[in-house]
């Protein structure tokens, strides 16, 4: 019910646009948040945005970088990546959850199945 894509291969300093395409009842209601996870770490929260996208929060190490946004006529979400370093590789997952203590514990109703980006150094 979440479908990520954009991401890929990128060298460090560049930007990339994370997509989420959601088909999920009550979107407009649901909060939106970005995890990653890099080989050999636990699963970590990026960034979170709530229902009607007025109000966002982020993980300190991309704050000033990443930007979380969505889009309620579309049903997307969306996580622009800028300044990419090579501590960034992960692979990003997105997730919808209509609480947003539970959204921001990772404890999200809706995941989708990831997509891979490498920055090169």
């Known amino acids: 019910r979440l479908v990520e894509s954009g991401g890929g291969l990128v060298q460090a300093g560049d930007s990339l646009r994370l997509s989420c395409a959601a088909s999920i009842s009550f979107f407009t209601s649901y909060n939106m948040g970005w995890f990653r996870q890099a080989p050999g770490k636990e699963r970590e929260f990026v960034a979170a945005v709530d229902w009607n996208g007025h109000n966002d929060y982020y993980e300190p190490s991309v704050k000033g970088r990443f930007f979380a946004s969505k889009d309620n006529v579309n049903y997307m979400a969306y996580l622009q990546m800028n300044s990419l370093k090579p501590e960034d590789t992960a692979i990003y997952y997105c997730?919808?959850?209509?609480?947003?203590?539970?959204?921001?514990?990772?404890?999200?109703?809706?995941w989708g199945q990831g997509t891979q980006v490498t920055v090169s150094s």
């Open positions: 997730a919808g959850e209509s609480n947003w203590g539970r959204l921001v514990a990772g404890l999200a109703e809706y």
